[in-house]
């Protein structure tokens, strides 16, 4: 829960012009792009589709496994919304059906 406030602080704190307080080149080296969860879900799922592990790997990197975790599911329901309705049918029927299991 800590690392949640402290990403929070990090979101929150006012920016700096990238010089030091002596006027001096600050020597911070660029941040990396932010991916959020669902950027990282839907890249991570869509590689593991097209089994592209080097995507994969580095989607895994961009938000922290539970984040990864969530995201995941969260397609994962939404994907069975949709092929529900698309279809006429339960999600569970659906659920089911994508994972090879027989119908109940």
């Given at each position: 829960m800590s690392s949640m406030f402290g990403r929070l602080r990090r979101i929150w704190a006012p920016k700096t012009s990238g010089?030091?307080?002596e006027g001096q080149p600050s020597t911070r080296r660029p941040e990396k792009p932010r991916h959020n969860l669902f950027e990282a879900a839907a890249a991570y799922v869509s590689a593991c589709a097209e089994d592209d592990q080097d995507q994969i790997d580095e989607a895994a990197t961009w938000v922290s496994p539970e984040a990864l975790s969530f995201g995941v599911t969260e397609l994962a329901c939404r994907a069975v919304i949709a092929l529900a309705r698309e279809r006429d049918e339960s999600?569970?029927?659906?659920?089911?059906?994508?994972?090879?299991?027989?119908a109940m």
């Open positions: 010089r030091s307080t999600p569970q029927a659906v659920a089911r059906t994508l994972l090879g299991l027989p």
